[in-house]
């Protein structure tokens, strides 16, 4: 009961995340979208919860810095990965410009494309509490469950 309850509300999770990706402006290529995925998982008493998603989530939550290896090739490489971007995105923009600046800067968020919060807007601390209000009861008549169990036995 308590790990449906927690499966529907990361599967809500979610769909929240992708929602404020979107009106945040973020989608290039929907990667982040497709590849958020909500495990949950039971044994016994004990529940697992985590929502997964690529590396490109962090970035866009709390920026990057710059390459420790700042080589040509490093921009060169980031490049090519950015022209698809540009494609995505569908902006005027020189990638191999864009990855110099990136390798050699990082990228902060917030800034001017990336108000930030992508994630913390979503998951945080009334994320949590809405959590816990939600399999509070289910963990109380659980315990009251086990003390009665306990009591008469």
């Known amino acids: ?3 449906e309850k927690v499966k529907i509300y990361f599967d809500k999770t979610l769909k929240d995340l992708i929602d ?4 945040l402006g973020l989608r ?6 497709k590849e958020l995925k909500s495990v949950v998982t039971a044994s016994g008493t004990k529940i697992s919860a985590q929502i997964t998603g690529p590396i490109e989530s962090y970035f866009m939550e709390h920026g990057r810095g710059p390459n420790k290896v700042q080589t040509l090739g490093a921009v060169r490489s980031l490049g090519k990965i950015l022209e ?3 494609k995505d995105k569908g902006i005027d923009v020189n ?6 600046k990136i390798v050699h800067e990082g990228i902060r968020v917030p800034n001017p494309h990336n108000p930030g919060g ?6 945080n601390d009334d994320w949590f509490k809405e959590l816990i209000d939600l399999i509070r009861p289910d963990i109380i008549k659980s315990i009251q469950s086990d003390v009665i169990k306990q009591f008469n036995s």
Do not use: E, F, K, T
């Open 1 to 3: 009961m308590i790990a």
């Open 20 to 23: 404020n990706y979107d009106r």
């Open 28 to 33: 290039a290529s929907g990667r982040y979208a």
């Open 95 to 100: 990638p191999y410009a864009a990855a110099w």
């Open 118 to 123: 992508v994630i913390s807007d979503v998951i």
């Open 84 to 86: 698809q971007w540009v």
